[in-house]
């Protein structure tokens, strides 16, 4: 009997473990270049000044994502771009095509990878 609650100690010790883990690894996941590849986007790239690009090839355009000074500069700079598809997400603004373009909610897709 004394032999269960050290096994039990373990079994909950590496649940824990594998839960700090999995949630580790889903946020290092939610970066802007995991974001974008998620979207189905190519030619992922960092360009550096933390800004991060992807094409979709059909039809052709470019989502980028911005790191901006704080969550509500993203907000403000998102309801500026009023001409082109944008959301804010966290520090991240995310713009893509004009908005007569139909991104089938690309633009909307990574901006919700990104959010916290």
Sequence with gaps: ?????????????AASLATLIFAASASASRSPMYCLKSAGLS?????GGGIWRGDNLNPFFTVIVQK???PSAARKDAKVADLVHAAAAGRYLVTGPSRGTNDRGITA???SCLRP
Aim: cysteine-free.
């Design 109 to 111: 897709l990574v901006a």
């Design 1 to 13: 009997m004394s032999d269960a609650r050290p096994l039990r100690a373990g079994i909950l010790t």
């Design 68 to 70: 901006v000074a704080s």
């Design 43 to 47: 030619s992922v790239e960092y360009r």
